[in-house]
């Protein structure tokens, strides 16, 4: 019989910006998370699509490569995910509406700040 593989909450990192990505990326592994990254909302959907069921937690900034930006991004994902965890972060006021029970979060803010929502995203 084989050994149980712990379980490991994926979160969905979603910045075009690299250093900030890696910044979160690393932030979330070093707290137990699996990480997918993406640089654009386009790729983003395509991991929703595959994956949307098993990711507890996706941020995104309002900014990003391609089309379309982390506003619509966070609507696609509560349609595909209704439960998931959805912060959007932008250093300006939004100019769109974010679909019910996402998350908006003014730039800067605090790494304390993304692993206290990683840690409530795996509650939920």
């Known amino acids: 019989m084989g050994q149980a593989q712990p379980f490991h909450a994926t979160a969905l ?3 075009d910006d690299a250093l900030q990505r890696e910044m979160l ?3 979330l ?8 990254q993406c640089e654009s909302a386009e790729a983003a959907e395509r991991v929703l699509d595959k994956n949307a069921g098993a990711l507890c937690l996706m941020l995104t900034d309002v900014q ?3 089309r379309m930006n982390g506003v619509e991004l966070a609507h696609v994902a ?3 995910n209704p439960r998931l965890d959805v912060v959007v972060t932008s250093g300006r006021p939004l100019k769109q509406p974010l679909p019910d029970g996402a998350k908006f979060w003014s730039k800067p803010w605090a790494p304390l700040d993304v692993l206290r929502e990683a840690e409530l995203a795996q509650l939920s």
């Open 78 to 80: 509560k349609d595909r």
């Open 13 to 15: 990192i979603v910045e």
């Open 29 to 36: 592994e070093e707290s137990g998370y699996r990480v997918i």
């Open 64 to 66: 990003l490569a391609g």
């Open 25 to 27: 990326c690393l932030l």
